[in-house]
């Protein structure tokens, strides 16, 4: 009787043990997540961000070829 009694006192100990480290490991997990999807905003911002830069030098690059050739047609004649 005594073996069973320590059985469950030692499963009861056990199983407050795994509980609170499973309840650690959800909080990580949920910090986790929270950063990768700060993370994933941020990275929307700078690749939004990055390509508005790409379209303002691809227009001023349109522009300068525009200017150039329209340049030489005016020399030319």
């Not at 009861?12 to 609170?20: D, E, H, K, N, V």
């Not at 700078?46 to 690059?61: K, M, P, S």
């Amino acid at each position: 009787m005594k073996t069973l009694a320590a059985f469950g006192i030692e499963a009861l100990i056990g199983a407050a043990i795994a509980i609170r480290f499973a309840a650690k490991v959800s909080d990580n997990i949920e910090r986790a997540a929270a950063k990768v999807l700060e993370i994933a905003r941020q990275t929307n911002e700078v690749a939004a961000h990055l390509n508005d830069q790409v379209q303002t030098i691809r227009g001023a690059v349109y522009a300068g070829v525009r200017a150039f050739k329209e340049a030489g047609t005016q020399c030319t004649h």
